[in-house]
């Protein structure tokens, strides 16, 4: 393998380890403020227990996330200088303010923890809502960086230097609120079903009807609300990032779409495999007309194909499969969300078939591949550049060699913390069990949310 | 001031401030491994007292120093981040590892003791990894071939002057995380764990000293120029010697129940630290990495400097309520300090 493409073999095992735990970082802080605000409205005492076990699992997942990321902020650096000598001079700003955010996280999570008992239940709120926001913000902004990567602004470059730096136009690019705004909003997808896959398994394992039971059944309705509400949203948001493809980054939507001739009225292909000898999608099914309609509101817009690029520009053409699985993945969860509300609250039943609730203990791992699948679909379709039209992904790279050696590394060191976190979780919640936890807030006066629980 | 040495305040007021929280955070974590089996002197529960909040922190000051890096110094990010490569990687395995256990170790009981231990040893090395971009940056094994830049790896190893600096980053680490975590222990009225950690900064006190002696003997065969520019500023040097002798008679002091005033050493031991580091600092300019690049020439664009001066000031006043709260909640609220051992958290 050459020294670029080792580079980024590490650099993407880095990205797609970490955004698992990014997201369900972001994800996670929502549904536990959730569950605390459901808790002071109706003080149910089962809303302050899902948000006290929610919040054991967003520290111990921190302790991946974070040096994680990390080693995601600095592997830009070490494997990335060209870019990042770019970046430094044009947007520095959103991983400063980034830092910023991290500080807000960072801070009001310890409080929230570590100073519950110490803290009026409204400070407790505000410190969620930090956190919350926090995580967020960290997202939204370090999402810009990838905005500006497909959409750069601000700088020109004129014989190899840059000059006309607006650094806040560079901020401000084309497709920062659309790409940002669908990072988000998948995020809280993410948090959402994770809730709803553990809760569904537990469901399975417990009695229908018991106590238990009905706990791991009233945070499954609430992950249902979340993730419905939220995969409709990311939804259409997703319609315009495609619609943004359009308008900047016409050969990636092309990839993404298996379109090789520029053409109006052009179909859109859902599903099969893009092949280039024949200049077309085997096996796909065909929808007249469908494309252009979605990516200009009219079956008149001209989509450019694939031909209308030099072959070296093109993005690889897998990533019209990772398009699809990552648009498959997000209908499925907004059907089985509604699904499954309809079924509760319209119709009124009182138990869930077994084979939907095997959905829903899937549906968690889904959404996870669902954000894998964008991720690089988004990245991969955005080669050769680094920065489109600007920078390519072979200027960007270091020319230190030996980076063989540190992929295996990294890789036995994601192994190793991925084996320890599953480990952890699963220990902690066998020793510390929803009925102890139950019985506990039954029990007046012993603080459910002290950091001695 | 012009902005390029705005900019090179900053990073060095970052890196300050890193170090002194790095060296606190790895050595709490180090000693927290050293006292496990001594239940009864509270060594290890006054340092998981103060690690468990604040590591989270801490670690966010490293990424914030990376960052004021590549945004203020795009050119020195550019040859740092071609030649740290190697060492960059293994601080970063060694981070990832130490975090993710330490924060594991609260969480699994039975198995808390080997986390510790692995948190513990990968943690204290640490500092002197990241010590060694200083030697790294003096530029005798970096080498310029065909316009690509590459570090000897072995060379540096070979070094007297990067295992002066690696040995003064240990000791360091364990001499400031003593003498926090005995001002700690005393406000926590923990007094057996105070006895404990005064001990240990009164030995390593002196060994830290020594390294810096070690450092001063090895950078002048190696790199001249940087140790004349340092004699320069001998006076400054001899201030931080001061502020050594002012945070031993800290330790020292009568005061009360117990020999000592810990608080008075913390402070003037950081301020031996500052003093140090800006005769350090100050004589390391305009270079970053010598001879090749200098602040001057890795400056970012001047507009882009401009908007992240900016970012800086309104970061700083928009976090520093928050610091304050996290100070008054952790650092200085009796009821967290001196909560009795049958509250401390499995957190």
Not at chain 1, 131 to 143: D, F, P, Y
Not at chain 2, 53 to 58: A, M, Q, R
Not at chain 2, 120 to 149: A, D, Q
Not at chain 2, 283 to 306: E, G, Q
Request: proline share 4%.
């Amino acid at each position: 393998m050459s020294d670029l493409l080792l580079a980024r073999s590490l650099f993407g095992t880095t990205m797609a380890f970490h955004i698992i735990f990014a997201t369900i970082g972001v994800g996670l802080p929502l549904m536990i403020l959730t569950a605390e605000l459901l808790y002071q409205k109706t003080k149910d005492q089962e809303y302050a227990v899902m948000a006290k076990r929610w919040t054991k699992v967003f520290a111990v997942q921190l302790g991946v996330g974070i040096p994680t990321g990390t080693i995601a902020g600095m592997q830009l650096s070490l494997l990335w200088p060209g870019f990042m000598a770019v970046i430094g001079k044009v947007m520095a700003l959103p991983f400063q303010i980034e830092i910023y955010a991290f500080f807000i996280e960072a801070l009001f999570m310890s409080i929230y923890v570590y100073a519950a008992e110490r803290i009026r239940p409204w400070m407790r709120i505000v410190s969620l809502i930090s956190v919350a926001i926090g995580a967020l913000a960290s997202a939204v902004l370090i999402t810009n960086v990838h905005a500006f990567q497909g959409t750069p602004d601000g700088f020109r470059i004129v014989n190899g230097r840059i000059v006309d730096v607006h650094p806040w136009k560079a901020f401000f690019n084309p497709s920062f609120l659309v790409t940002s705004g669908h990072v988000a909003l998948s995020a809280y997808i993410v948090g959402a079903f994770i809730i709803a896959s553990v809760s569904a398994f537990k469901m399975l394992k417990n009695d229908f009807g018991s106590r238990v039971y009905k706990f791991h059944q009233k945070a499954l309705m609430v992950s249902l609300v979340i993730g419905g509400v939220f995969s409709l949203l990311t939804a259409l948001n997703g319609h315009e990032s495609a619609q943004y493809l359009h308008r900047y980054q016409p050969e990636k939507l092309a990839a993404a779409e298996g379109l090789f001739e520029t053409q109006t009225h052009a179909p859109l292909t859902i599903g099969g495999l893009t092949d280039k000898e024949t200049q077309s999608v085997k096996w796909g099914l065909e929808v007249p007309w469908a494309l252009s309609f979605l990516a200009g509101n009219s079956f008149d817009t001209k989509v450019k194909g694939l031909n209308d690029f030099p072959e070296s520009d093109w993005p690889p053409l897998f990533a019209h499969t990772l398009f699809n699985a990552m648009v498959g993945v997000g209908s499925l969860l907004i059907v089985i969300a509604f699904g499954g509300l309809l079924w509760r609250k319209v119709l009124k039943k009182d138990r869930f078939p077994k084979w939907l609730i095997w959905v829903y203990v899937a549906s968690g791992p889904l959404a996870v591949m669902g954000i894998e699948f964008g991720w690089i679909f988004a990245c991969t379709g955005r080669q050769p550049w680094t920065i489109y039209h600007m920078l390519t992904t072979a200027q960007s790279v270091t020319t230190s060699t030996n980076i063989g050696t540190l992929f295996v590394l990294f890789v036995l060191v994601y192994a190793i913390l991925a084996f320890s976190v599953i480990f952890v979780l699963f220990h902690y919640f066998k020793k510390n069990t929803v009925a102890d936890d139950l019985n506990r807030a039954e029990q007046k006066g012993v603080p459910l949310f002290g950091s001695n629980s | 001031m012009s902005d390029v040495y705005l900019a090179v305040t900053i990073l060095w007021g970052f890196v300050f401030i890193y170090a002194v929280m790095a060296t606190m955070d790895f050595g709490a974590g180090f000693w927290s491994m050293i006292y496990i089996n001594h239940a009864k002197t509270k060594a290890t529960t006054v340092a998981n007292r103060y690690l468990s909040p604040t590591w989270e922190v801490t670690n966010t000051f490293i990424v914030a120093l990376v960052v004021a890096v590549y945004s203020m110094f795009p050119k020195g990010a550019y040859t740092l981040g071609t030649v740290l490569l190697i060492p960059g990687s293994l601080i970063l395995i060694l981070l990832a590892i130490r975090s993710a256990f330490l924060v594991f170790s609260h969480f699994v009981e039975e198995y808390e003791k080997i986390l510790v231990y692995i948190s513990g040893i990968t943690g204290i090395l640490i500092p002197g990894l990241l010590i060694s971009v200083l030697p790294i940056t003096h530029g005798n094994y970096v080498y310029v071939i065909g316009g690509k830049e590459t570090l000897d790896l072995a060379g540096l190893f070979s070094s007297p002057n990067e295992y002066a600096f690696f040995g003064f980053a240990i000791s360091s680490t364990l001499f400031l995380s003593s003498l926090l975590l005995a001002d700690y222990s005393k406000a926590s009225e923990e007094l057996d764990a105070y006895k404990v950690y005064r001990r240990d900064a009164i030995i390593l006190g002196p060994i830290s000293l020594l390294m810096a002696v070690f450092i001063m003997l090895t950078l002048r065969t190696e790199s001249s120029w940087l140790y004349n520019k340092m004699m320069d500023n001998f006076p400054f040097l001899l201030l931080s010697l001061l502020f050594f002798l002012i945070g031993g008679l800290g330790l020292f002091l009568p005061s009360g129940k117990v020999k000592g005033k810990p608080r008075l050493a913390v402070i003037a031991v950081t301020l031996q630290y500052l003093a140090a580091s800006y005769v350090y600092g100050r004589a390391h300019l305009p270079y970053i990495v010598y001879p090749y690049v200098t602040v001057h020439s890795a400056f970012t664009d001047p507009s882009s400097f401009h908007a992240v001066f900016i970012m800086y000031i309104a970061g700083f006043v928009i976090l520093f309520p928050g610091f304050i709260y996290f100070w008054s909640l952790f650092m200085n609220d009796k009821r967290y300090l001196r909560r009795k051992r049958a509250d401390q958290s499995p957190e």
